[in-house]
């Protein structure tokens, strides 16, 4: 039996989503850029969102092998000190084909710490070694709950691999979180950094 296949479908009406599936839109908030910079800090964080996503573009280390990290606040930025609980694991992959390897990281993770929490380890700070990601902040504006963090990146490792790290967690605080600080563990930091809050339709 010969199969028989329908010609005269529109292709926007294969794509074409039904109107009770919700999508979201992405709306620019802020944009900074490092320049040999200490670090880059957002205040003015609000309930305006339910959920809010910071965009890494080639964030580069002025010290080779550096750390990127992040922390929040409930204070407008008086104090970066959140409790934070969180898991950390990265996949990595030499240029020369060498060490496949995916690897839990419990020095990189938190249990109940107000320390800065590690992004990306060991960020090589040549004029082409950058890394790039998105960090998603949830509902950070709760009286009521913890506020879930999920971070995904790859970057440029300092020894020659693509690394690609995935972190998790929350902030174990019931106050509203209203600023959120990235730096790097030593030395300064170049980048740009975006802030979107994600609008739901």
């Given at each position: ?90 996949a ?5 084909g ?16 107000t ?5 990306f ?56 979180i209203?600023?959120?600080?990235f ?19």
């Open positions: 039996m010969a199969l028989k296949y329908a010609t005269n479908t529109s292709l926007s009406a294969i794509t074409a989503l039904p109107s009770a599936v919700p999508t979201d839109n992405l709306i620019l908030i802020s944009t900074q850029t490092a320049s040999n910079s200490a670090n880059i800090s957002f205040t003015g964080i609000n309930g305006t969102y339910d959920e809010y996503q910071f965009k890494f573009i080639d964030i580069n280390p002025t010290t080779d092998t550096a750390e990127f990290e992040f922390n929040m606040s409930t204070d407008g930025g008086s104090n970066y000190n959140v409790t934070k609980t969180s898991t950390y694991f990265q990595l992959h030499g240029e020369t060498v060490d496949p390897t995916l690897e839990y990281r419990t020095a990189q993770d938190l249990a109940q710490s320390s800065f929490q590690t992004l380890l060991d960020i090589g700070s040549g004029a082409d070694e950058s890394l790039v990601g998105t960090l998603t902040l949830f509902n950070p504006s709760s009286t009521t709950y913890v506020k879930h963090f999920i971070y995904n990146g790859n970057g440029y490792n300092g020894s020659n691999y693509t690394q690609n790290t995935f972190v998790a967690g929350y902030g174990n605080t019931t106050s509203a209203n600023a959120v600080r730096q790097m563990n030593s030395g300064n930091i170049n980048g740009i950094i975006k802030l979107y809050g994600v609008k739901k339709s």
